[in-house]
């Protein structure tokens, strides 16, 4: 009950919702559509992100949109776009499909470590917040960056802790502490979280929030491990708000070393 207590005083705010829930959840690379609604409900996550391309309209067995529940946020991402005109292209069409304005900006023109377009990124925020999106842009953790697409008015920023589908866990653990400590809006952290462990350190870092697809899917219980994130990461933010204590070069004794034999 304290847990509940502690997520509902201390909502996430974006886009004008306010979110119990710091885990957004992926819905590619399952192996069948009708795991996913029971990942979500383990999670508790309230923002799901997926692909317009696996959007199929006229199979409505492998329409993704039909296993969704109808109370989460659908976060449709802009994956497969290699610049900005065609981010901007795939966020109208989703929103025209029904799919609501908020958007995932993916904007990645390299094939081989499928790093995103910080350049295009920012271009095509800029359109898009204009057109009323919400969005939320995937981007390599750049501080310049970051600040550009704070001003071009993202809701959010979403840096990668390693390559994507890599479950490699938090390799850009430095830059994307500076984002925390330097940008004023929520940073998610995402891709490469490959450990229940690894959400909760980048909650611990002050992250508002992480979304995780890849190592739910690939895991040999996916509706078991989305529960494990879902704990973690509630559990990282409870540490962070509890205030970690200072880190130490040396030994400190928790109570005192002399004093309790007598001496003589």
Known sequence: MAEITLQQADAMEIGGIALDSRLLIGTGKFSSHEVVPQVIKASGSQVVTMALRRVDWKNPQENILNYLPEDIVLLPNTSGARSAEEAVRIARLAREAGCGNWVKI?????????????????????????????????????????????????????PLGAPIGSNRGLKTRELVRILIEEISLPVIVDAGIGRPSEAAEAMEMGAAAVLVNTAIA???????????????????????????GARREQAEASSQLTGFLREG
């Not at 271009?123 to 501080?143: I, N, R, W």
């Not at 559990?235 to 962070?240: D, K």
């Open 106 to 158: 993916e904007v990645v023109q390299d094939q081989r470590y499928l790093l995103p377009d910080n350049f295009e990124t920012v271009k095509a925020t800029e359109v898009l917040v204009k057109e009323g999106f919400v969005v939320l842009p995937y981007m390599s953790p750049d501080l310049g960056t970051a600040r550009r697409l704070a001003d071009a008015g993202a809701a959010a920023v979403m």
């Open 218 to 244: 690939t895991a040999s219980d996916p509706v078991q491990m989305a529960q494990a994130f879902g704990m973690a990461v509630a559990a990282g933010r409870m540490a962070y708000l509890s205030g970690p």
